[in-house]
């Protein structure tokens, strides 16, 4: 790995909780919260962006990926520069930042849970996939002091894909990570932490897909978590993994034709039996495993209705006090969308439900790209690379 910017701090720190937000009332839109996090030079383009799941909320750490391999870590409560008082905006640059890959892209990072209870509020591991194949460990509690990138554990080899990670999804057990990968050689692999310096392979593996896979995800089990995946073979396919040999290229259940290029297959928190379902069309699904002879509810409004669909924006779910919210951007909306999936929706009866309400963005501020969210916090990339971190509002 070569080296990548260099920034003011070369490890990671504790600091005061920041990006307080907080929501009172019910949730009418999501509006900025005066944050904006700067990108490093290279990264105009982020395609994954995660909230450190630490125990406080809300959390202030961050983690944006994407292109040029380039990878940056910020703190919410690390304004380096000063607040502008005509817009009350305060930016926040990146704590670190590096090239973590080869290739054109990153397709996904993940903050790892901390390896002991020590310090459990700064994220101290993490895990990234590319384009170039490979998944990465990273140290981020050491970093080069010529470079400024963290100290590199390990790096998986061809063992695991053949060509370039799409997507990637981690799941926390009791003492070891269960991590599934999905990519451009068509399958969908599953590995183990504990395992991963042993570049043996795959624990699991299925060739179910016959065209790249754009997403996998598990359902929230901790001990036999489900795998959704979404392929551009326009099939939504749902695995388990004690299905084995060659029995594991079969499925748990498959959705056909749901989409055009389905690029987005991801369950509801705290849910084995629902998930949402996207692809390269004006339609979001949501299904329960229970019963897929028809979505339980379909949304649409978040991009125009016209047109042919080549970018990607993945939804992701959303909870604002008792209310459940699907979030997505939309090509050529230069909006952030908000579909109510339960509670006091407008019609709870309708099977094609439209948009609840529109998150406010600046002006300028383009399509939203990728989102993360943690507790009632919601942070979305915009063009240019900058992240914005967005408040509930009633």
Not at 2 to 16: H, K, L, P, V
Not at 63 to 75: R, T
Not at 160 to 173: E, P, R, T, W, Y
Not at 280 to 306: C, M, Q
């Amino acid at each position: 790995n070569d080296g990548g910017t260099s920034s003011s701090s070369s490890t990671i720190t504790a600091n005061e909780p920041g990006c307080n937000i907080s929501n009172n009332g019910k949730m009418k839109t999501l509006v900025p919260s005066g944050k904006r996090l700067v990108p490093p030079a290279g990264l105009n383009a982020i395609y994954s962006l995660q909230f450190y799941n630490a125990h406080e909320s809300p959390s202030p750490w961050l983690v944006g990926a994407g292109k040029s391999g380039l990878i940056a870590v910020w703190d919410c409560n690390n304004s380096s520069r000063i607040t502008q008082e005509e817009d009350k905006i305060s930016y926040v640059e990146p704590v670190m930042s590096w090239k973590g890959h080869g290739g054109r892209w990153i397709a996904d990072a993940r903050f790892l849970p901390p390896p002991d209870s020590s310090n459990a509020h700064v994220p101290s591991r993490l895990l990234t996939a590319g384009n170039d194949g490979s998944v990465c460990h990273w140290d981020l509690s050491a970093a080069s002091l010529t470079t400024g990138a963290p100290r590199l554990l390990h790096q998986t080899n061809k063992s695991l894909h053949a060509s370039g990670i799409f997507s990637m999804d981690v799941k926390a057990q009791q003492e070891d990570c269960l991590i599934v990968t999905g990519s451009k050689d068509k399958s969908i692999a599953v590995s183990k932490m504990s395992r991963l310096a042993d570049n043996d392979g795959a624990l699991w593996r299925s060739q179910f897909h016959t065209s790249k896979v754009a997403s996998v995800s598990f359902s929230s089990s901790t001990i036999n978590p489900l795998i959704a995946s979404a392929s551009d073979d326009g099939l939504v396919g749902i695995h388990d993994m004690r299905i084995i040999g060659s029995d594991s290229n079969s499925t748990v259940a498959c959705l056909e034709d749901s989409h055009v290029r389905p690029h987005s297959a991801v369950w509801k928190p705290l849910s084995d039996s629902i998930f949402l379902t996207a692809g390269l069309d004006d339609v979001i699904k949501l299904w329960d495993l229970r019963n897929l002879r028809e979505p339980v509810v379909s949304f649409h409004g978040h991009v125009p209705a016209s047109g042919k669909l080549k970018r990607i924006h993945r939804p992701t779910f959303f909870n604002a006090g008792s209310d459940s919210f699907i979030l997505s951007g939309g090509e050529n909306s230069h909006a952030i969308s908000m579909f109510q999936v339960d509670g006091e929706a407008n019609d709870t009866s309708a099977s094609l439900r439209s948009v609840f309400s529109r998150g406010k963005l600046p002006d300028g501020s383009g399509d939203v790209g990728s989102m993360a969210v943690h507790s009632n916090q919601v942070a979305v990339t915009v063009e240019g690379g900058e992240v914005i971190v967005l408040t509930p509002q009633s």
